[in-house]
């Protein structure tokens, strides 16, 4: 991130289209066209379906509290929520309770702030045939609420007006979902793999697709796989110019030549930087299979890898994590849950446990010792002084699902040596750091009550983390059950 380079730019700046357009479009349960951020007063009755705590003022007693500041957990806490904010949180009895406020006994629960997902698309994979993608804008803002994102970047679109207009359905209380921050259509040079890419036609045509998104109200841009250092150079200068960001998937182009052209982020990890590649050409993308071999054989602790981590830290490049869909990648792995079946279409089921037998018969799979080197180096990046971001990727084929795989992120950082509660803090802090938004990523008064609610303990034990109970966002709380029995069957469709 070049904090210095630009202005801040908040996610409550308005999309451009006008809410007239949205209501005409959700035809359905649509009353009004409410402002952004609506009140939960003016919550459309579509969404008041999933809403299980709704008052002015709530007091959430006896829970244990993540703050997300990777502060130890602290226990028996109370926290009040007045009109969409943390207005306290301290130890019972220290806090005083209003008596107006709706009291909430939650003993053995945990609370943690809300998730902010850092590679979080609204599209998933059609299926085997093609490599072709379909926008979920019904299924995903459902999953990711009910598993505790209240946050997310899409980090890159299939649909950029869908998410666009999504993102104003749901600050207008039209539909549930997070706080989306949206990302414009990929950055992609000659070589897309799916025709759902514009392909570049050079450093002016760069420039003009990031002058027309940004006006359209998208907040960031990525960068694709096949882009030309000419064209991330001047994507990278009309990015900013917007006061905007730009990250990353990158293959043409090495994480250090990125740095040098001032990238803010980049996605998924050492896993696709080709830079050690030993036939590397400028800006051409390599064999995937290559680099495969190449970081197999890489030493994460030795001078190479390290001195590009040194690099970007010293370029405040942040790298983003998205364990969960290489570990889809992975023999056998992740454990097959029936919360992921059941969200799935059955089209989209048989095609996700097809290609997953085969893939477990590999014997000779480079992945699980990728998943492994991966894990080390974010590790390394952090020990470094480096900010990691969590994300999850839901594509590969088809896996990593809408917010289970946020859930999984976490999970798996721990599997590579985070603490829980560091884990907790880069898929939240860290996150709300990178955006530039103060009010999100913590657990502390004047910050939104954008929290979750869950059974057990994810401190001692992070599996804890699924058993979601209720996520508050803007102090609104929103049963987590609900709204995944209202996905069963449509993931792979809407
Ligand atoms: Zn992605």
Redesign the pocket.
């Known amino acids: 991130m070049k904090t210095p380079k630009r202005e801040p730019r908040r996610n409550t700046r308005p999309a451009a289209l006008p809410a007239g357009a949205v209501a005409g479009l959700l035809a359905a349960a649509l009353a009004c066209a409410a402002p952004a951020m609506a009140p939960a007063a003016q919550l459309a009755p579509a969404v008041r379906a999933y809403v299980a705590v709704e008052a002015p003022v709530v007091a959430l007693e006896h829970v244990r509290v993540v703050d997300g500041s990777g502060a130890p957990p602290r226990a028996d806490q109370t926290i009040v929520l007045r009109g969409g904010r943390i207005a306290a949180v301290g130890a019972a009895g220290a806090v005083a309770v209003p008596p107006d406020a709706k009291v909430l006994d939650l003993k053995g629960a945990t609370v943690i702030p809300g998730l902010v997902g850092m590679?979080d698309?609204m599209f998933y994979p059609a299926g085997r045939r093609a490599p072709l993608y379909n926008e979920q804008a019904y299924s995903f803002p459902r999953l990711y609420l009910a598993c505790g994102v209240t946050s997310l970047r899409t980090?890159?679109s299939i649909e950029p007006y869908t998410d666009l207009q999504l993102k104003q359905a749901i600050d207008a209380g039209l539909v549930p979902g997070p706080k989306l921050h949206v990302t414009g259509p990929y950055l992609e040079g000659a070589g897309a793999y799916t025709l759902q890419m514009h392909v570049l036609r050079g450093p002016e045509d760069a420039a003009r697709t990031v002058d027309y998104w940004a006006g359209e109200g998208v907040t960031s841009f990525k960068a694709y796989m096949h882009i030309t250092r000419a064209e991330l150079a001047a994507a990278v200068a009309a990015v900013h110019r917007h006061g905007l960001t730009i990250t990353g998937?990158l293959c043409s182009i090495g994480f250090r030549e990125a740095a040098a052209l001032g990238i803010d982020d980049l996605?998924h990890g050492l896993m696709v930087d080709t830079e050690f590649d030993p036939d590397k050409r400028p800006d051409f993308c390599p064999s995937q299979a290559e680099t495969a071999r190449t970081l197999a054989a890489i030493d994460v602790a030795g001078p190479q890898v390290q001195a590009t981590i040194r690099d970007l830290v010293a370029h405040h490049v942040a790298v983003t994590s998205?364990l969960p869909v290489f570990e889809t990648f992975a023999p056998n792995r992740p454990p097959l849950e029936q919360r992921v079946l059941q969200a799935m279409s059955p089209e989209a089921r048989s095609d996700y446990l097809t290609r997953r037998a085969l893939i477990g018969e590999q014997a000779d799979s480079p992945w699980p010792v990728l998943l492994k080197k991966e894990e080390e180096f974010e590790r390394s990046f952090v020990a470094a002084g480096g900010l990691l971001l969590a994300g999850e990727?839901p594509?590969g084929y088809g896996g990593d699902l809408a917010g289970f795989g946020d859930q999984r992120e976490v999970e798996l950082l721990v599997e590579g040596g985070f603490s829980p509660v560091a884990a907790i803090h880069i898929a939240t802090a860290n996150g709300a750091r990178f955006l530039h938004d103060d009010r999100i990523g913590a657990i502390a008064p004047g910050k939104d009550a954008d929290l979750v609610v869950i059974a057990g303990d994810p401190a001692r034990n992070i599996a804890d983390i699924e058993n979601v109970k209720l996520v508050f966002k803007d102090g609104v709380g929103y049963d987590a059950a609900r709204l995944l029995a209202d996905v069963h069957g449509t993931v792979g469709i809407y």
């Open positions: 590679h698309h980090t890159g998937h996605e998205t990727d594509t």
